[in-house]
């Protein structure tokens, strides 16, 4: 990883007085810390379905309501039950004060409305909540973010519960600017435990030997889960450390070789007898202009990135019983994917097709109870990114509302979210883990 050494100058008050704005150091996640580090606003339009919810989950959590005044942690407007123009008017009355008084890395988090079929007015009031949040996303100051979650008519409280707590939490230190859809779950949500909300689940990483694999990995099993790590026989050393350290076991396998699901299914069946989360997390760059590319960058990296996912989950659907009761597939796409990239038209083709397979394998997955939901992180500080030359390396990090990389972790936080058996009610979607960048839609 390369120092923000542009970061850490703007920490000093004399280069603030050359005028040169602080670039926000940002609150992450450390077990045993609190979800909030303040007091919440919570407020509704309407009646609001879920705001005596969310009181509830935050009074559990130890954060007091906000008074009057004074600075908060989080703002939280339950605005499910705006369905007309005039009823946006007390979504802005809600939001202006709150907006000012929202401390350093503080939440903005909104409950959009759900449509109902045929009301055209509603549908452009739920829509408009996705212009709003993600003007506020690059409105707010000193590290804080602005999300929106929608919540299906036919999902309760306790599907919503697990992801309003990664989004008010440290976890969520570099995603801003995303929508996500809460549906009706999958299966039974059960009862979760916030400090390790993967106790017990079985894990499989593939690429676990470094960067953000290896985060990966670290971060499931701090939350409780037994990992199986994945990566190359070249790799051994540094992915039996990693196994060791998370209490699992390695397996060395190219996941693009012909017999690779057979030998992953074989040794999960085997140690443990099922599987609880996998996460596609390999992947490889070959770049080139497509003018000057040829068939070996195209095949490796298509080979590695998406037909790898492809046969590995077409094998676990077509095994009778190895996916646990709440199997939760987290794949990691990319910013290439969403927005394109010059010099990586394999690259954004397979992470575009990574995207493309997540949203048709859901409905598949659903009446297992199982989901499939894709990552698409931006700038990441890793050893890959490091490489850059210094010039494209400082625009990569600067240009997203959070001015700076995101680090490993902030994709693993994510990740740790959507393999929880509490998230039951997300499937199909992709979320972006970029500091909200300002590329693509
Ligand atoms: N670093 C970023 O900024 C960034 C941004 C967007 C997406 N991503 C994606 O995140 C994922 C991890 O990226 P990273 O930066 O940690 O990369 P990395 O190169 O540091 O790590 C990738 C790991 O995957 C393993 N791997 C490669 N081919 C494999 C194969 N055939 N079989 C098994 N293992 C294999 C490698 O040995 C390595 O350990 C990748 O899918 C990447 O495309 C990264």
């Known amino acids: 990883m390369s120092k923000d050494t542009l970061r850490e100058l703007t920490q000093y008050r004399f280069v603030q007085r050359l005028g040169v704005p602080r670039i926000p150091v940002l609150r992450r996640y450390e077990p045993g810390q609190p979800l909030l580090d303040g007091p919440a606003l919570v407020g509704a339009v309407g009646k609001g379905r879920f705001a005596d919810d969310v009181r509830a989950l935050l009074a559990g959590a130890g954060v007091a309501e906000a008074g009057e005044d004074g600075k908060v942690a989080a703002a939280v407007l339950d605005a499910t039950g705006a369905h007309t123009v005039d009823d946006l008017a007390a979504v802005q009355e809600f939001l202006t004060p709150a907006v000012r008084r929202l401390g350093p890395c503080g939440r903005l988090l909104l409950l959009g409305p759900v449509a109902a079929e045929g009301d055209v007015e509603a549908a452009a009031v739920a829509q408009a909540f996705e212009g709003l949040v993600r003007s506020a996303g690059k409105e707010v100051r000193a590290g804080a973010t602005a999300n929106l979650v929608t919540v299906a008519p036919d999902a309760g409280a306790d599907a919503l519960a697990s992801t309003l707590r990664f989004f008010l939490s440290a976890r969520s230190a570099f995603v801003s600017g995303q929508v996500v859809r809460v549906g009706a779950p999958v299966g039974p949500v059960g009862a979760d435990d916030p400090a390790r909300p993967l106790a017990g689940r079985i894990a499989v990483v593939t690429g676990a030997a470094r960067g953000i694999g290896e985060s990966i990995a670290d971060t499931l099993h701090r939350d409780g889960a037994t990992i199986v790590a994945v990566d190359v026989p070249a790799a051994g050393d540094a992915l039996a450390r990693v196994a060791n350290r998370t209490g699992g076991t390695a397996l060395q396998l190219d996941i693009t070789a012909a017999d690779a699901p057979d030998r992953l299914l074989a040794h999960l069946r085997e140690r443990y007898g099922r599987v609880d989360v996998v996460v596609h997390n390999a992947g490889i760059t070959r ?100 490489k850059m030359p210094l010039a494209t390396r400082e625009a990569g990090r600067r240009i997203n509302s959070l001015r700076q990389g995101g680090l490993p972790v902030d994709v693993a936080e994510a990740v740790g979210w959507l393999a929880q058996a509490a998230t039951a009610g997300v499937t199909g979607q992709v979320v972006r883990v970029d500091g909200q960048n300002m590329l693509g839609a």
């Not at 199997?327 to 990586?344: E, K, L, Y």
Request: hydrophobic share 50%.
């Open 287 to 386: 770049d080139k202009l497509l003018a000057n590319m040829d068939a070996d960058r195209w095949n490796s990296v298509l080979a590695v990135n998406l037909r790898a996912q492809l046969t590995i989950n077409r094998a676990l659907l077509a095994d009778e019983g190895l996916l646990g009761d709440s199997a939760r597939i987290v794949c990691i796409s990319s910013m290439s994917g969403i927005a394109g990239n010059r010099g990586q038209t394999n690259y954004a083709a397979s992470k575009a097709g990574v995207i493309g397979m997540v949203r048709a394998l859901a409905p598949q997955l659903a009446p297992r109870g199982a989901t499939v939901n894709a990552i698409a992180p931006g700038f990441i500080e890793t050893a890959m990114t490091a």
